[in-house]
């Protein structure tokens, strides 16, 4: 792609170029080898970084082919590189800026080194399991399933533990390039995430701290579900019918490979079931957009036993002319799937999320602040503001803290922090300051609504410079526009009410208003009951949180409101059944736990106490 595209492509793109730090765990890996192809001569920056795609893409299936050749006959082993190009994930992937395609060249290095084992190979794979861990946190899940079959391979060496010495050595010499981190954070650079210049940070930002509210699994059904989404996954890749062939594949590989067949099981095994557990898909709707994209390596092997049970058919077959049409039939099925993913998700002339970020720059006017919630928003204009230099007067405001070092600083704050900074910053700050929000189906249409926050005796900025840079609203669908607009300007309106009840002045008919308007959204509901909380309007808290359940009854953190509300009207019994609801929907929810503990000791139920106490330091012993 010439342009800049959707996902994270904008914010890598901008650490690289700037040696900065990227979102967690940091991936020194990734920004140091893009940031040698952004010294080409060669088109626009961001298509610098997708060439990089492109070519780690080439190299991917170069060496899959490679690999496979070992394996199978040439014409199945090139076969089986064609059909890897076919599938959803990793053409998407090897058309823009991204991190995966990095992991899988040190992958399939890592696998061509196990297949010719030798003692110089042994501290090859030391070096490349070190890189692979750099590269991304998932290809430990693939080392952990290779282990057993790394030892038995080195089995007859002599010199064994001079070479796992070695080999250990090499690991943590590759690990060592996370020292990255703290040596650019030192710097400052513009784009700092996490800040990791301190020990704790580091810590922090490897363990990817950060999205630990992500959690895992919490129930053993929720497992079961979210193994159904990974199947899904596999059934997006498109390759249909041929799927059909793996379990003739496992029979070849049983029959002529059978080392390497429990191998590949157990890799593929362990991974499939490690991922699935640490990948919380009930987090978000876009599960079917962010969960494929991890499970690419794993791909490479479904594809490895199609090609095989391709092979076992063809040379095996009951007859000759059947033998050759199934070859024919799976290779043009195979170029159908290439077509059809070129067409279907070429990004060659795909300047949307481009245009994008340019319109949302050019409908601001000069020195205005853009504040958003997330981090997503601003991708775009980060790249064009940090790598092209286009409206350098805008201030980019992530109010969730971590990327800038700006007002909210770094590491994770508590909401009420958060607040209280975006308070300050909206008082302090003179010139104009805008909101954002957009729907977040980010690879088709990126849409979003800028509102500007009007302080007493301040205009609105000319709505005709606004208007002619914004995409149309119609094209948004009618429910996602009001679902959009009513978010944004729930956040505006409670910003003033949380500043006004400061000077002893709550504003009542904005706060009717906001409930009037967000009595069928749960996450409004939600927004409004804790300001009511916040100003000790407990009654008022009470009901829209009532409504906030009754509209989400699967939402955990309600119930533990509502518990706190009950608390404070005096009403302990009530407050226990919430927070028993609380835990019974996540049982991993170590807050409601706690205030279970801290109420039932208030009440004399020592026993009681003392389990909800101990349930909570097993979730999170540092309490």
């Known amino acids: 792609a010439p342009f800049l595209y959707a996902g994270d492509g904008g914010e890598l793109i901008t650490a690289s170029y700037l040696l ?21 001569p060669l088109g626009n920056v961001a298509w610098r970084f997708n060439l990089l795609n492109v070519t780690l893409g080439g190299v991917v299936v170069s060496l899959f082919c490679i690999f496979a050749r070992r394996i199978l006959s040439g014409t ?4 089986c590189g064609l059909l890897f190009i076919s599938s959803l994930s990793f053409f998407q992937y090897s058309l823009t800026a991204e991190v995966y395609h990095l992991e899988i060249v040190i992958t399939l290095l890592f696998l061509l080194a196990w297949q010719r084992f030798s003692g110089r190979a042994l501290k090859l794979m030391g070096l490349l399991i070190g890189l692979g861990l750099v590269a991304h946190y998932g290809f430990l899940l693939l080392v952990i399933g290779m282990v057993p079959f790394i030892f038995w391979r080195n089995r007859d060496s002599g010199g064994q533990l001079k070479r796992y010495v070695f080999g250990t050595i090499l ?41 630990s509210e992500l959690g895992k699994t919490h129930s053993f059904l929720g497992y079961i579900r979210q193994l159904g989404y990974t199947a899904k996954f596999f059934q997006l890749q498109g390759f249909g019918l041929l799927y059909l062939l793996v379990i003739i594949g496992l029979i ?18 362990t991974y499939l079931l490690l991922a699935t557990y640490f990948l919380n898909y009930q987090v978000a709707a876009l599960a079917m957009n962010l969960g494929p994209k991890f499970f690419i390596p794993i791909y490479l ?6 090609g095989s049970g391709l092979q076992f058919v063809v040379r095996r077959g009951p007859k000759k002319s059947l033998r050759y049409g199934i070859l024919a ?4 099925t195979t170029f159908s799937f290439i077509t059809y993913q070129s067409i279907q998700h070429s990004v060659r002339n795909n300047s949307l999320y ?8 050019n409908s601001l006017p000069y020195q205005a602040r853009l504040m958003t919630r997330g981090d997503n928003p601003l991708f775009a204009p980060l790249y064009l503001t940090k790598v092209e230099n286009r409206r350098p007067d805008v201030i980019l405001t992530a109010t969730e803290g971590n990327i800038f070092a700006d007002e909210f600083g770094y590491g994770n704050l508590s909401k009420p922090q958060l607040k209280a900074i975006e308070q300050q910053v909206i008082r302090k700050y003179r010139g104009p300051i805008f909101y954002t929000n957009f729907v977040p189906d980010l690879y088709q249409k990126p849409h979003m609504l800028l509102f500007q926050l009007i302080r007493p005796g301040e205009k ?10 914004l995409h149309p609203l119609p094209a948004l669908g009618e429910k996602v526009t009001e679902m959009m607009s009513l978010s944004v300007q729930v956040t505006r309106i409670l910003n003033y009410a949380y500043y006004s009840a400061e000077k002893g002045n709550i504003p009542e008919s904005y706060l009717e208003y906001t409930t009037n308007v967000g009595w069928d959204y749960p996450h409004i509901l939600q927004e409004l009951g804790q300001f009511y909380f916040h100003v000790k309007s407990y009654e008022k808290s009470l009901s829209v949180y009532e409504r906030s359940a009754a509209l989400a009854p699967g939402s955990y953190q309600v119930y533990n409101q509502i518990g706190l509300i009950y608390k404070r009207l005096g009403k302990p019994d009530a407050a226990i059944l919430n927070y028993q609801q609380a835990v019974a929907i996540n049982p991993s929810f170590a807050i409601a736990h706690y205030n279970l503990a801290a109420l039932y000791l208030e009440q004399g139920k020592i026993n009681e106490a003392l389990a909800a106490s101990d349930k909570t330091l097993q979730i999170y012993p540092e309490y």
């Open 329 to 332: 039939l799976s290779m043009l």
């Open 301 to 306: 092997v479904a594809v490895l036993f199609i």
């Open 171 to 211: 690991v943590f010499f590759a690990l060592s390039l996370y020292l990255y981190l703290p040596l650019r954070a030192v710097n400052m650079p513009e784009l700092n995430w996490g800040n990791p210049a301190k020990y704790s940070s580091l810590i922090g930002k490897l363990t990817r701290s950060e999205y």
């Open 252 to 269: 070849f590989f049983y029959l002529r490979h059978r080392i390497s067949l429990y191998a590949f099981l157990s890799m593929t095994g």
């Open 460 to 469: 609105l900025s000319d709505s005709k410079h606004l208007a002619k840079h």
């Open 20 to 40: 900065g730090n990227a979102h967690p765990p940091g991936y020194p890996l990734y920004l140091l080898v893009a940031k040698v192809f952004s010294w080409l």
């Open 354 to 361: 481009y245009d994008f970020g340019l319109d949302m720059l």
């Open 76 to 79: 199945f082993a090139v076969f």
